[in-house]
C-alpha cells in the first residue's frame, strides 16, 4: 500500500559524525520536505524540494544538506556542522495540484546524538 | 517563519467532553489543515479546508475555515481515551507556498 517510509526508526550517532535520514515515498508525489520538531514544539522546516534535481533551503536549513536525485527519495543529511542535532526528524510529501498542497508525512526518525 | 497562533497550548478534560481549538494568522490563508499527532509518530491529516466558510466533518471532529480566511477551529465531539495527542493547525497562502504550522494543542483525556 501506499505511503512514506523513513528510516531507521531510532538512531544513534557520536559528536562530529554525518549522518543520513533516508525518506522514501511511492504516492507519486512531485514535492517532498524535511522538517525537525523538538520536545513541545511545533514543526520547522529545514528543506523542501518542488521537483527532481531541485530543493531549497526552508527556515533552518544551516547545518544540513538534501539531494533529490529520484522523485520517490529525499534523503537528509545532518552534518557535523549542525550544533544541536537532536531532535525528531520529519519528512512529508503532496502532490502538486493547482489548488493545495495537503502535505502528508512520514512515521519519523528520531536522531540521537551522545 | 510566520508562525500562526494556536490556542490552547494544552487542555485537560474529562472523557465524553466536547472540546474546540483555534488558530489564527495575521496573514489570509487559501488552505487550512488540522493534524493530529500521537507520541513519536509523525502528524496524521485529519480534516484539509480550502474555502472561506467552509465546514467539514470527519466522524467526531468538525473544521471550520474562517470566513475572514484568517481563521480555523477545530472541534472534538464527545471525547474519548484515544483523542489524546497533540493537534496541530496548518495553513498556506497560496498554492504553490509553504505551509505554515502552529505550535500544538496537548489534549489529555480522563477516562
Known amino acids: 500500500d501506499g505511503g512514506i517510509t523513513q528510516s531507521p526508526k531510532y538512531l544513534f550517532r557520536k559528536e562530529g559524525q554525518n549522518v543520513t535520514l533516508s525518506c522514501e515515498q511511492n504516492l507519486n508525489h512531485d514535492a517532498m520536505y524535511w522538517y525537525r520538531q523538538d520536545p513541545g514544539q511545533g514543526l520547522r522546516l529545514i528543506y523542501y524540494?518542488?521537483?527532481?534535481?531541485?530543493?531549497q533551503k526552508g527556515d533552518i536549513a544551516e547545518g544540513y544538506s538534501v539531494s533529490r536525485e529520484k522523485k520517490e527519495s529525499f534523503p537528509l543529511t545532518v552534518t557535523s556542522a549542525q550544533k544541536n542535532p537532536t531532535a525528531f526528524y520529519l519528512c512529508?510529501?503532496?502532490?502538486?495540484?493547482?489548488?493545495?498542497?495537503?502535505?502528508?508525512f512520514g512515521p519519523g526518525t528520531r536522531l540521537t546524538v551522545l | 517563519g510566520q508562525q500562526l497562533n494556536q490556542s490552547p497550548q494544552s487542555m485537560f478534560i474529562q472523557e465524553g467532553e466536547d472540546v474546540s481549538m483555534n488558530c489564527t494568522s495575521s496573514?489570509?490563508?487559501?488552505?487550512w489543515l488540522w493534524y493530529k499527532q500521537d507520541p513519536g509518530e509523525g502528524p496524521v491529516l485529519l480534516i484539509a479546508?480550502?474555502?472561506?466558510?467552509e465546514l467539514t466533518s470527519n466522524g467526531r471532529l468538525t473544521a471550520q475555515f474562517g470566513i475572514t480566511r484568517k481563521d480555523s477551529f477545530l472541534n472534538i465531539s464527545a471525547s474519548i481515551p484515544s483523542d489524546v495527542g497533540i493537534y496541530f493547525c496548518a495553513g498556506s497562502e497560496t498554492s504553490g507556498s509553504r505551509l505554515t504550522f502552529g505550535e500544538g494543542t496537548q489534549l489529555t483525556v480522563n477516562p
Open positions: 496573514s489570509i490563508f487559501n488552505t
Open positions: 479546508l480550502y474555502k472561506a466558510g
Open positions: 512529508a510529501s503532496s502532490l502538486r495540484t493547482g489548488y493545495t498542497d495537503t502535505q502528508y
Open positions: 524540494s518542488q521537483i527532481v534535481n531541485d530543493f
